[in-house]
């Protein structure tokens, strides 16, 4: 059964930073997709920053020079380095993998996800 674990949200002033983790486990081969996503309450789940299996990465335009995805292969590890935080970064995030293709942005074509893990930024 696959797993994905989010942890290292927390609370932070603006301006500073927070580095998640994402442990996935459970699954026997691999994903060509994984990515970050963020959902604020009211509000569609959006496509934050995203790394498929030939290692290109992708970002939202709001996050752009300020996070930073990259991933541990050998351990099954995704992370998300957000830097320079403000408020609207404010959300849940969740941790999330296809087996498939393309769109590695798109919250919709996602298969597995995890339980997510609080980013509050505050003034």
């Known amino acids: 059964q696959v797993q994905l674990v989010e942890s290292g949200g927390g609370s932070v002033q603006a301006g500073g930073s927070l580095r998640l983790s994402c442990a996935a486990s459970?699954?026997?081969?691999?994903?060509?997709?994984m990515g970050w996503f963020r959902q604020a309450p009211g509000k569609e789940r959006e496509g934050v920053a995203s790394?498929?299996?030939?290692?290109?990465?992708s970002y939202a335009d709001s996050v752009k020079g300020r996070f930073t995805i990259s991933r541990d292969e050998g351990k099954n590890t995704l992370f998300l380095q957000m830097d320079s935080l403000s408020p609207d970064d404010t959300a849940m995030y969740y941790c999330a993998a296809k087996p498939r293709n393309g769109l590695c942005l798109r919250a919709s074509l996602y298969n597995y996800w995890g339980q997510g893990t609080q980013v509050t930024v505050s003034s």
């Open positions: 790394i498929d299996n030939d290692a290109r990465l």
């Open positions: 459970g699954f026997t081969y691999g994903f060509y997709c």
